[in-house]
């Protein structure tokens, strides 16, 4: 039979699209008494696609879970709840999902028990929503970005209340400090800085379904940061969708780049942080980054065009030459420094010659690694309404051009470590050849290497023998030169 739904609000994108600048409210978790160890006996799989902010919400719904008394499974068929965390930046990764909820609805036959949840970016999304409420009438749950603190809520009307649950806000999203959080590496943690993006980029959904820009409080950042230190973590990565914006919204005079020169002063070994905005990135912050210490010699600075005409038709507020600019003087303070970047081809409009200007751009830039993607319309932007009518087989040579390009950046990037002893923060065995240890430089590149297992969570030298295209190979130990 039809469950019915207990809660029930729905996404609007006109609601999403505004930015109206009210105070952030900013709450403290608090778990209700009535939960406490409701799931015991239950288990839970959370599958989640997309960017690392999404891995950072999935690590606070086991969080959650687990304090609800649930245990965590990998296997389907076992399972009591499966939430899928979703990514809606590109139509392949919605495909992908939709294809998930086909295949899923079969467990539940087997399993009517089953609890089946949709949360994440694609639910924010109007379009959506509705066609989950329509086509996928068996899924249980269906919530946004902006309430994963209330998944305990949704769960128990779910469970006790066999209701249904839609709940999704477009309102601009508020702050919860304090959720638990079960992290999946026990030496590396995510650390959100900040919500939501207020940039607008003409092709990107980001900013409908992750609300307004809005910062933590530094005092919260930094503690968890110590937190992190003392229970032995050797990395932080900070999170937000433009680092660069940090601060802008809050009481005081403080800054991302008095961020980075506060978390210097952390016992921390490692601190990364992304996505950065080239806009709104600052002498000051190139300047701390340029002062080291635990600051790490990589920036994720995505570039997405090297043609002025589609830079400014995508919104991004720079030229190809500012652009350049930046990397110029990022180089000048903070030597050695890696740089990689996003690129998308076949934005609307975009002609052999806009094309050519990207890889100039890319040539002189001298990236050393690149996320590249084919322009993908996202239903409620800007740029889903400009008139495309470049053939789809270009726009698949393009991508193929650029990645060969792309791929010796990345050739070239390795290279220069042959011979030299880096640091390396051992994740654990290569999945490739578990003979091996695989982790990550201080430049945040991939090295392999025989050595102990003992050796895992901890930095350790390594001696680089020979650079490959996507990663570097090497022996333990060696004496610096
Ligand atoms: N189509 C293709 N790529 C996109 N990106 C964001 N939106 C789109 C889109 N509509 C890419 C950008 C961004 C990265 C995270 O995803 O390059 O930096
Ligand atoms: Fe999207 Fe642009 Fe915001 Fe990045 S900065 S999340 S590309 S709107």
């Known amino acids: ?49 997309g960017c690392q902010g999404n891995e950072a919400d999935s690590e606070k719904m086991a969080g959650i879970l687990q304090k609800l008394g649930f245990t965590e499974t990998d296997k389907e068929e076992e399972a009591d709840l499966i939430l ?64 994963i603190h209330k998944l305990g809520e ?37 650390v959100n800085i900040m919500y ?19 910062s933590r409080n530094p005092e919260d950042i930094l503690n968890e940061v ?6 032995g973590y050797q990395e932080v990565t900070l999170l937000g969708q433009n680092v660069n914006a940090y601060g802008k919204d809050l009481e005081r005079d403080y800054s991302f780049a008095d961020l980075l020169n506060d978390l210097r002063g952390i016992p921390i070994p490692r601190v990364r942080f992304t996505t ?35 830079l400014k038709k995508m919104n991004r507020k720079y030229t190809a030459a500012e652009y350049l600019e930046k990397i110029r003087k990022l180089r000048e303070h903070v030597p050695g420094i890696s740089i990689t970047t996003d690129i998308i ?64 950046g990345y050739l070239r990037g390795n290279k220069r470590f042959e011979g030299k002893i880096v640091k390396v923060l051992v ?3 290569s999945d490739k050849d578990p003979g091996l240890l695989t982790g990550y430089t201080e430049h945040n590149k991939l090295v392999n290497f025989p050595g102990s297992k003992d050796l895992i969570g901890k930095i350790v030298d390594v001696k680089i023998e020979k650079a490959y295209t996507w990663h570097l190979r090497g022996i333990v130990g060696g004496t610096h030169s």
């Open 345 to 408: 081809v076949g934005f609307p409009g975009e002609t052999e010659e806009d094309f050519q200007a990207t890889l100039d751009l890319l040539r002189k830039a001298e990236f050393e690694g690149a996320f590249t993607f084919i322009f993908s319309p996202r239903e409620g932007t800007p740029a889903a309404k400009y008139q495309d009518d470049l053939d789809p087989a270009v726009k698949k040579e393009r991508l193929l051009t650029l990645n060969e390009l792309v791929n010796e």
């Open 196 to 214: 939501g993006c207020d940039e607008f980029c003409t092709y990107c959904i980001v900013p409908y379904t992750r609300g307004r820009e809005r």
């Open 84 to 147: 899928l965390n979703t990514c809606a930046i590109r139509e392949n990764a919605e495909n992908r999902v939709f294809g998930e909820l086909g295949r899923l609805k079969n467990l539940k036959t087997h399993n009517p028990d089953l609890l089946l949840g949709v949360c994440g970016c694609m639910p924010q999304e109007e379009r959506v929503f509705n066609l989950i409420k329509e086509k996928y009438p068996y899924i249980d749950l269906v919530f946004g970005t902006h309430n």
């Open 427 to 429: 994740d654990g065995p």
């Open 276 to 310: 950065s905005h080239p806009h709104d990135l600052d002498d000051a912050t190139i300047y701390a980054l340029g002062r080291g210490g635990n600051l790490m010699p990589h920036l994720h600075l995505p570039v997405q065009s090297g043609s002025d005409r589609i």
């Open 226 to 231: 110590r937190e992190l230190a003392e229970q």
């Open 154 to 190: 949704y769960l128990y009307d779910a469970y006790l209340n066999k209701e249904k649950v839609a709940e999704v806000f477009s309102e601009e999203g508020k702050i919860v400090e304090g959720i638990p959080t079960k992290r999946a590496h026990d030496r590396k943690a995510w």
């Open 1 to 49: 039979m039809e469950k019915d739904y207990g809660k029930y609000f729905a996404p609007s994108l006109k609601e999403a699209r505004k930015r109206i600048k009210t105070e952030i409210e900013k709450i403290r978790f608090t778990f209700p008494e009535h939960l406490h160890q409701f799931g015991k006996g239950k288990k839970y799989l959370i599958k989640t696609y």
